[in-house]
């Protein structure tokens, strides 16, 4: 059956799944530290790699260019911060060590050009997926990074043979080299959606307007980015016609909507939104989950943020994209427990029926 579990639900289950792992595990994920979570998931990792397990992370170059959760963009010479820095790296480090000692298969993806390491935004890995045997496969927002699990997202969890194969193919190419967008048709109901890395390109973007373009009565956009570009007038355009948009984002005061460069895109945003009539839900806590929901039947969810400002720098992504019932019920049951109930007196009871 298949689950839309909050990061800590992922956490948990994956580390029991893990656990009975008898011939695969698979993880991708753009960031990686060496933290509370890896301190609880590496030991499990390295156990199953010596029985003869065949384990493979896959993680971004860009992991050694962030502190946590944040990006290191623009350098700090400040020497209490790069000596935390280089600390951190050498823990990172170390681990990765002792995950290759152990016999995990741990592949750092798309090694950086000159401009990449002065720009480290552009042609990044962004997908987060994992795979267990035949059991189970994950798709979401979640990195494996201690910040990672205190932010609002989730994971959509598949057991159906077919999809969780499907998954795993994304894991035979070591190099995870650029290829063209394609959309994998698991069923009626489940489609893999996967960009490339092209500049400029993304069919996931593609999918989320052509699914805003035929909704009726109302859509859901969560993104820690507002949305811009094409799905932002397609969102403007469908308010106009009496369609309810919500948008869900992080606190408006958090550090990265008022830093270069993106500063500039949140202000445009949401000045054009609110010249509109759109309300901004600036939720608690820091919205790491990218959804669009269409009129309670139709759900896109992964890793890309779904903004065109991500989609010019390159990025290679998955997402699901679903209409089965029970999964709709369920992603219906999560955003009514974990974003509307939690935050209900920031939405004034007005989205509430929603979901009840």
């Not at 956009?221 to 570009?229: E, I, T």
Request: charged share 25%.
């Amino acid at each position: 059956m298949p689950e839309v579990q909050t990061p800590l639900e992922f956490l948990r289950d994956f580390h029991a799944t893990i656990d009975k792992a008898k011939y695969r595990i698979y993880i991708q994920s753009m960031n990686f530290e060496n933290g509370e979570i890896m301190g609880e998931i590496a030991p499990l990792l390295m156990q199953k790699a010596k029985s003869g397990v065949d384990v493979r992370m896959y993680i971004d170059w860009i992991a050694d260019r962030y502190i946590h959760e944040n990006l290191q963009l623009i350098p700090n010479f400040r020497k209490s911060h790069i000596q935390y820095y280089r600390q951190l790296l050498a823990k990172n480090a170390q681990l990765r060590q002792d995950l290759l000692a152990a016999g995990v298969n741990f592949i750092q993806t798309n090694q950086p050009s000159p401009l990449q390491r002065v720009v480290p935004i552009i042609g990044r890995n962004h997908k987060k997926m994992y795979v267990v045997d035949n059991d189970a496969a994950w798709v979401g927002g979640v990195n494996f990074a201690d910040h990672a699990f205190r932010n609002v997202d989730c994971m959509i969890k598949v057991d159906e043979p077919d999809f969780v194969e499907t998954v795993a193919s994304q894991f035979y190419d070591e190099k995870m080299t650029l290829h063209k967008d394609i959309v994998e048709k698991i069923s009626d109901h489940y489609q893999l959606v996967i960009d490339g890395g092209k500049k400029g390109s993304s069919i996931i973007y593609d999918t989320a307007l052509a699914m805003a373009s035929h909704s009726q009565k109302s859509i859901i956009f969560a993104s820690q980015f507002l949305p811009d570009g094409p799905l932002l007038e397609m969102l403007i355009k469908k308010h106009m016609y009496g369609v309810r948009v919500i948008i869900l984002t992080s606190p408006e005061n958090t550090a990265g909507f008022h830093k270069f460069p993106y500063k500039f895109a949140f202000a445009k945003s949401k000045k054009t939104l609110e010249t509109h009539g759109i309300k901004i839900h600036f939720l608690t806590n820091k919205v790491h989950a990218k959804i669009l929901f269409i009129d309670n039947q139709e759900l896109l969810l992964g890793s890309n943020n779904l903004v065109k400002f991500g989609v010019n720098l390159g990025t290679q992504e998955i997402a699901l994209w679903t209409n089965e019932s029970t999964l709709i019920h369920k992603f219906r049951d999560f955003l009514y427990k974990h974003v509307f109930k939690y935050n209900e007196e920031r939405f004034f009871g007005d989205s509430l029926p929603f979901f009840i």
